[in-house]
């Protein structure tokens, strides 16, 4: 909190404006004052602002280490090992993918806390829909971990998340490539639907391992004998998850079109 001769001061320069007048509780000092009080603020508003561009440089760093390395890796294996690199995909890069995606859920906390200026609603669909398909689907069903689809899966979400954390990574330091900018905004019309299509697949794969092993499906017979089938609640996200590509595809198409416009306005 400012002590009273701070807030006469904050006060005087506020009411100052571009004419000069000014009014102060305080008398006479108020002007030096006021200009001493507005310095530090700003030198606090600086020095916040700087932290907060290295921490998500650091985050954004770390996440693209993780996804291209994860990516390289798998390449690497496809090249090497051909269809056989399918079977174990997900023993040799489930641990570090698990650890990317569980470190997104703090995109959510960066836009509510306005540490990163983005909308919540199609960055939450988008950590949700990854979350589920990963932790509740594959990791669960080790007869899923070794089909070919999830592969396919790691592929397309790494192969959009080194696109994506390389633009915001060089983003937060000032540094803009248009060929770079180009492709961010752009190859997402490939990848999302392509993504939302492997994702779709891959519950359609794990339904007879869940109705086969009753895995997370509940009965509760002293309430009503009531029970929650789970391979019910996948065929109903399947619905959710072209919901959720809907509201992604918008947001990322009305980003576009804004930088469009910007690059148009610049040019003119």
């Not at 954004?60 to 090249?79: E, V």
């Not at 794990?206 to 609640?233: H, N, R, V, W």
């Amino acid at each position: 909190m400012f002590s009273r001769h701070t807030s006469g001061s904050v006060i005087c320069a506020i009411l100052a404006g571009d004419t000069g007048a000014c009014f102060c509780p305080l008398g006479a000092g108020c002007k030096e004052d006021s200009a001493s009080a507005l310095l530090d603020l700003l030198a606090l508003s600086s020095q916040r602002r700087y932290k907060m561009k290295n921490y998500l440089f650091i985050y954004y760093l770390i996440q693209f280490c993780g996804h291209s390395w994860i990516f390289t890796n798998m390449t690497a294996r496809f090249f090497s090992f051909g269809k056989d690199a399918f079977a174990d995909t997900f023993y040799a890069m489930g641990l570090v993918m698990r650890v990317c995606q569980s470190l997104s859920v703090l995109e959510l906390l960066h836009i509510l806390l306005r540490i990163e200026q983005n909308h919540l609603l199609p960055r939450f669909l988008q950590v949700t829909e990854r979350l589920v398909i990963l932790f509740v689907v594959i990791s669960s069903q080790e007869e899923v971990q070794g089909k070919p689809i999830v592969c396919v899966v790691f592929f397309l979400w790494n192969l959009w998340d080194v696109i994506r954390y390389t633009y915001d990574m060089l983003l937060v330091t000032g540094t803009k490539f248009p060929s770079l900018t180009w492709i961010n905004q752009t190859f997402w019309m490939l990848v999302i639907p392509l993504s939302v299509l492997a994702e779709g697949f891959t519950i359609y794969e794990s339904l007879p391992y869940f109705e086969a092993f009753g895995t997370y499906s509940i009965k509760m017979p002293f309430l009503f004998d009531l029970s929650i089938y789970f391979p019910y609640i996948l065929k109903i996200y399947l619905v959710l998850l072209l919901v959720g590509m809907y509201f992604i595809c918008r947001h990322l198409y009305l980003e576009r079109k804004m930088y469009q416009k910007a690059h148009k306005e610049k040019k003119t």
